[in-house]
């Protein structure tokens, strides 16, 4: 036990990669933590080395870093022994937690076209890889494509992913099928009967690309759930939470979100925030700065914006908002009122016509 603990401090330690920050909705997160629980692991040191908390993965749509993710899979798989975690947590889940990427797969009228909604509605889940399809011959290979090359910390998760959509396809299709090759970039030299076992085809590793290979009679499989009127609803809201995420890409909204949670407590320096996303302050500042931002522009213009929110309540008094937003005396919210509106939260309370010009 003692060695694993100082394996675990070595991964964290480690020499990872910084690229840009990328969103996740932390579905293999969730279900890792699930997993540690089972075993009786205490996870909470690890999600903190991976720059991770309970409350991140409480929150079923805020999401979190990419790369937060995949150091906690690793970090994971250390601490309980299993070189191949990701790929039981996939033998194991409920593939419905995947939310409306499995349901998307589900209502299409057969695997080429479930995989074709799982390539173009990834980005729901996740913007830190994209699938390409393409035909070779008598196979269809989906390629996936990473936003930003990590291989070996990306280990487990491309082991989870890949057997949770091969899970899926042969359970929507109720066919056993195999596909004829999976390849992944990561080098792995131990467990490969296993590997094989789990996902059934032959599998390469240290490649220039993952793949997964396809027969082409398994692309006419229908799937017995087939719904065009309920893909054609599900396919909508996709493209609405594309553009939402298109809108709030970037690192900038993970920071918001972050502050929205934490600044009655008054937690609301950069190193804070910094930590919680993963990033070291140093990293994090230089993120802002290629969004053409900084993190008090963006503390300042959302206590701006719930100020205005908040001041419409009347049952949320002027201290409770200064409160809210993180500030520790009332004073201090005051001047910072005054800055943004030239006038007191007091006065644009009680004049409607102030408040409606604030709002």
Do not use: K
């Amino acid at each position: 036990m003692h060695r694993r603990g100082a394996a675990v401090r070595r991964a964290s330690r480690s020499n990872i990669p910084e690229g840009p920050f990328l969103w996740t909705l932390g579905i293999a997160a969730r279900e890792t933590l699930r997993r540690l629980e089972n075993y009786g692991i205490d996870a909470d040191p690890l999600l903190a080395q991976a720059g991770l908390s309970r409350s991140h993965l409480s929150q079923e749509r805020g999401g979190v870093s990419a790369a937060s993710q995949y150091r906690f899979l690793e970090l994971a798989a250390m601490a309980a022994n299993d070189s191949l975690l990701g790929l039981h947590l996939a033998a194991e889940m409920d593939l419905r937690s995947a939310g409306i990427l499995f349901y998307l797969i589900s209502s299409s009228a057969t695997v080429a076209e479930a995989l074709e909604n799982m390539a173009r509605y990834a980005g729901t889940t996740s913007e830190a890889v994209r699938y390409e399809i393409s035909r070779d011959n008598d196979a269809t290979i989906v390629t996936a494509r990473p936003a930003h090359a990590q291989d070996e910390l990306r280990r487990q998760w491309s082991e989870f992913i890949a057997l949770a959509i091969l899970r899926a396809l042969r359970l929507l299709t109720g066919r056993d099928f195999a596909p004829l090759r999976m390849t992944f970039a990561h080098a792995r030299n131990a467990d490969l009967p296993e590997v094989q076992r789990l996902l059934r085809c032959p599998v390469e590793f240290a490649r220039a690309t993952e793949s997964w290979v396809f027969p082409q009679s398994v692309m006419e499989l229908p799937i017995r759930s087939e719904d065009s009127h309920l893909l054609q609803i599900l396919r909508a809201h996709a493209d609405d939470l594309l553009a939402e995420r298109r809108t709030a890409a970037g690192l900038r909204s993970m920071v918001e979100n972050q502050l929205v949670n934490v600044l009655p407590s008054g937690r609301v320096q950069a190193a804070v925030i910094a930590r919680q996303l993963g990033m070291s302050p140093r990293s994090f500042t230089r993120h802002l700065a290629e969004e053409d931002t900084t993190f008090g522009e963006i503390l300042d213009h959302l206590r701006n914006r719930l100020a205005r929110r908040y001041l419409e309540d009347q049952r949320i008094s002027l201290q409770q908002i200064a409160w809210l937003l993180g500030y520790s005396e009332a004073t201090a919210f005051n001047h910072a009122f005054r800055r943004w509106f030239g006038t007191s939260p007091g006065r644009v309370r009680n004049q409607p016509s102030m408040r409606a010009s604030a709002s």
